[in-house]
């Protein structure tokens, strides 16, 4: 142990007082399998092909039509793109003209200049034809086959023309064909109609100038538009109901139905069907090379292929646990995340390529690695993992070096980083080893976060060591603070910008600013953290001094809907720390809720305390934060939104890059009255439509360039919701 750790005086190691491993009486989520997406994206290595529809057969083998011939994916990997690339396995076919592409019977069959053909039944389909133009097909019954060129329809089975005909003055675009009702159905320029293969005749059922896709779907007709969808009853053939325009995008480019559920492209992504008649909404790198969607089919593996004009997206579907999933990011984080025993982003990265970045040092390595200690911790407690104790005592090595890697007593620092990388940043000093570089103007974010992590270490991890050094920890900063008055004194003798719990600083903003309440709430759930494990009675006499005599109580207790913009005649301070509700703030708070209630001073503070998070908790519930929900489960309330909890940590996605997003644009949204909470519209979107953010960010904004740039780790955004709530007894283990 450091040099300067050592010579601080203790009595902890002698401490051996009751942990307190209760377990909530909460509601608890039975982890059985649920459906997990994720996207493998294949990119177009010919820019100048243009690409036009994808299938895939009963083998799962996929191909693309394009107009440069046929092509088939190469490689790719979750993460790491592969590419579509000629398709020559089969040079016979693709050596021909091919000009359309569909399935019959779940095969591969082609169109060219000569006839309709397939591979199947041992090559056996090659039904000729006389329309050299043609392109576009559908298969009916008994290997029987509408085309077209676009202008001229032609029924053809066994190279038989068993009939002609047009669409006078239109240009046919589609044709599909309707097996429960034995009819073929042919989208126009600016009609639908019908064919009967048993009378031979077309009947016009409908004509509008805005038609783009159809799909025959559980006994309806499904007709795309430039602004929605509608339907059409397939034996009436009269529209039900009205035009829908609540999804995501409304100009839409293609429909299919796989597996009895309807998917949408668009010139803005790709959009499922959900049961609520609500939509899952596939946009952004994250799950499609671009945005612009040709063609939508069912791929292998239970999978949905979404074809763009840029490549193809290859959305699986995958049953697993949550608990499958913290295994997938505990493997993520150690990966490539783990920066001298930090929590770190991967940044500088090119187009969603990680091994093309690097982990970089943060303002709030503290804060981030905290987090993912905690949840660490959580995870040694519930399952006593060896990997996950060398996790915990990396980190808090870490940890440990904020505090001794510079000569200021009790002070930790931002960060540290090798010398050399850091030339013109003002925040860096100089170590005394000159190998390394120090970062100061420590926040009160890093010392909740470390009080937060140290805490659950020092109540759950029973190994003397690092149990014991998490207390020292403790004391070495809550001592410091204390000595300081409530300060938190950096290199120059000032205090930092945000070190600040004094009640000259906190008690002189207004009543309903967030800093007075967060501040109080803070320093005390630190300094009973304090006095919980190491018994100094100077810490207990700070605690009750600030609440009782300087109003730290009232502060911390008062309402959140109290908190707002500061009055005209405050200072300027208050007015810019009001400017809108702080998440960053709410951060703090949460982890900071870890000591206030479970290492309350005595059962009445408890109580109150239980009140001011629930309290919280509550205008926090339209955000559906997974990870305040379960950390609200602690006070053993029985409504804490589990359900949502669940919702968020099943939902959020597996790609944790920073993704261009955008959702602004969409139809499916109701926008708000601007507010001081940030909250744009009136019900969140899910996780996975959103840009990756920390706890720290508002759910609700919709926008983000990210471009791929970085790739954040979970250890912080989903590792410590998910170890917490198997901690808490709120999500179990999981369900063979």
Known sequence: MNRKIQQIAFLVFAFTGAS????????????????????????????????????????GYIQVLSSKGLLRTRAGQFLFPGTLVTDVQDKQTSDKKIAGIETYQNQLVYIDNQAVLSNAWAGKLFSRHTMPEAKIFAGGKDFTFLISDGKSLNLLKDSKQLWEGSLPGEEVKDIKFDQGNNLFWILGS??????????KKINKVYSGNNLTCIEPANGKLIVGTTDGYFEIDAKTKKQIGTIQKKMPWTDLTTISQINGELWFGSTWGAMQLRNDGKFNYYASKRWIPSDTVVSIAMGPENSVLILTNEGLGQIYFKKMTLYDKAMFFEKQVRDRHIRLGFNATVSNMKDGD???????????????????????????????????????????DAIERLYTINSIPGFPSRSFERRGYKYDDKPWRRAEDPEWDWKSTTSSDEAIGHIFALGAIAELVHVPEIRNKAIILIDTLMSTIVKNDFYMIDWNGKPT????????????????????????SNIIAMLQTAYHFTKKEKYKKAAFYLMNEKGYLKNLMRPMATIGHAPDNADELSKRLSDGWNHSDDEMYF??????????????LKADFKKAIIDHWKIERPEKEGLWDIMTALTGTKDFDLKEAIWYLQEYPLDLINWTEKNSQRKDIEFIPENFRNQTIKEVLPPDELPINRHNANRFELDENGGGRSEYSAGDIWLLPYWMGRYLNVISSPKK
């Open 20 to 59: 307190l491993v209760s377990k909530s009486q909460t509601p608890e989520h039975q982890d059985n399998l649920y459906t997990q997406d994720y996207s493998i994206k294949f990119v177009n290595a010919d820019k100048d092909a243009q690409l036009l529809k994808v299938v895939s057969d009963r083998n």
């Open 591 to 604: 982890c900071g809720y870890w000591g206030l209630y479970r290492y309350a001073l005595n059962d009445t």
């Open 354 to 396: 990680v091994t093309t970045g690097s982990m970089e040092d943060s303002d709030n390595d503290g804060l981030w690695t905290s987090m993912y200690l905690a949840g660490e911790t959580f995870r040694y407690a519930v399952t006593k993992s060896s990997d996950a104790l060398e996790n915990v005592r990396e980190s808090l």
């Open 497 to 520: 910008q945000w070190g600040k719990w004094n009640p000259d600083y906190v008690n002189a903003r207004p009543e309903n600013i967030g800093d007075r309440k967060i501040n109080s």
């Open 190 to 199: 600016e009609s639908i109609s019908t064919f009967s293969p048993a009378n």
